[in-house]
């Protein structure tokens, strides 16, 4: 983009030091294989810590010691590229934006301007025009999308007046889509004020180009996922004024960005909590099953178009003792096996490795509030 031409990020060379390291095992005394890199990583949002882990032999192992966000970390999600991981939090004094590497440990801090708290959502690992990889963030008490880059003090305005509330900002092709959730923010309740919106903005400048309709009945902005010209996007539903329970109208809309137009809309039967891409194809979205404490998973193969395991058969994950497990965030492996992690306020969270099934096959402990799941 244009406007990123002026920025030099002097620290990025040591922030991605890891990035060309082998992740092959290495030896660990006579017998032993140990990796020397880790293939999982978690957010423990309340905890504000990464942790790191690898499946060996059907085991979750912790690797090296938890990366520590800083105090009053206020973040929920995180976006990574080979050896750079980046969230974002609402931190005292401000909202920053958090690069970092997984093999070093090292790293940087981008604030907003004036140290303004801006209430930053997911960010997005991209690349400029010269290879740099930097993050699109977007702030949704501005209304606007930022981008800011390892080792740059400050993030940079890109897109100004974005909706009302802008969940996500992701790239497809030729153009960023800024992802509204369409909620009143003045009033303090965050009640949906119509269906989400989507715009198209020029890659190369911000430049508004186009706006996505979405059919009336969609509601809330929870994930969005791009496969060429296809867009998949989560909208989670909403929750009840009063009572705070899911109203159990989430949905998935499958967009077609280059068409600018809807291909499909299907109800979830429930809200759907997060949405994640397993390494085998298939895409994981926790449902609600009535409260956010009772959930299932639904599979929705991406490239074909179609649930694996639908709203009318969907996974019941299953804890050791056979009781229902109600996970936040799922992903799977290659070979289907899945990941489960649970949330949990006032204790430890855990861990759970699945069979594509959801049967129990064995756990490791979390921090609190583990809200993302990475597979590397």
């Known amino acids: 983009m244009r406007r990123w031409d002026s920025v030099t990020v002097t620290a990025l060379a040591a922030v991605l030091a890891g990035c060309n390291e082998s992740s092959a095992p290495g030896p660990d005394g006579p017998g032993v294989v140990t990796p020397d890199r880790s293939d999982i990583a978690v957010l423990n949002s309340i905890s504000g810590t990464l942790q790191q882990f690898n499946r060996i032999d059907d085991r979750l192992v912790p690797f090296g010691q938890d990366i520590q966000l800083g105090a009053g970390f206020d973040g929920e999600s995180v976006d990574f590229l080979q050896d750079l991981w980046v969230t974002t939090s609402d ?13 070093t440990g090292e790293q940087t801090v981008a604030v907003f301007p004036g140290n303004a708290s801006v209430d930053p959502g997911k960010p997005t690992v991209i690349a400029d025009a010269a290879g740099t990889l930097g993050a699109l963030v977007p702030a949704r008490g501005l209304d606007a999308i930022f981008v800011a ?56 400048s911000g430049s508004f180009f186009d706006e996505l309709r979405l059919p009336e009945g969609t509601t809330g902005a929870t994930e969005a996922l791009v496969l060429e010209d296809n867009l998949l996007f989560l909208a989670g539903g909403s929750l009840d004024p009063a009572t705070s329970a899911p109203m159990g109208n989430g949905s998935l809309v499958e967009i077609n960005v280059t068409a600018r137009g809807v291909q499909d809309m299907s109800a979830l039967g429930g809200n759907g ?22 959930t299932d998973v639904l599979t929705f193969n991406f490239s074909v178009r179609v649930f694996e395991r639908g709203p009318d058969n969907p996974i019941q994950p299953l804890d050791r003792d056979g009781s229902s497990l109600n996970c936040r965030v799922v ?40 809200t993302d799941i990475l597979l590397r």
Not at 182 to 199: F, H, S, V
């Open 331 to 370: 992903s799977a492996f290659l070979d289907g096996e899945m990941l489960c992690s649970t949330y949990e306020t006032g204790s430890r969270g855990r861990l759970i490795l699945l069979s594509a099934d959801g049967e129990f096959i064995s756990d490791t402990p979390t921090g609190a509030g583990t």
């Open 149 to 204: 880059f390892p080792g740059a003090p400050m993030a940079q305005l890109v897109i100004e007046r974005v909706g009302t509330f802008v969940e996500r900002a992701v790239p497809a092709g030729l153009f960023i889509v800024s992802i509204d959730a369409n909620l009143d923010d003045e009033g303090g309740e965050l009640q949906p004020l119509g269906p989400p919106r989507m715009a198209l903005h020029e890659f190369l």
């Open 91 to 103: 931190a005292p004094g401000g909202s920053q934006v958090l690069f970092g590497s997984f093999s």
């Open 273 to 294: 909590l997060s949405m994640e891409p397993g390494r085998n194809g298939l895409i994981y979205i926790v449902r609600s099953k009535g409260t956010t404490t009772d």
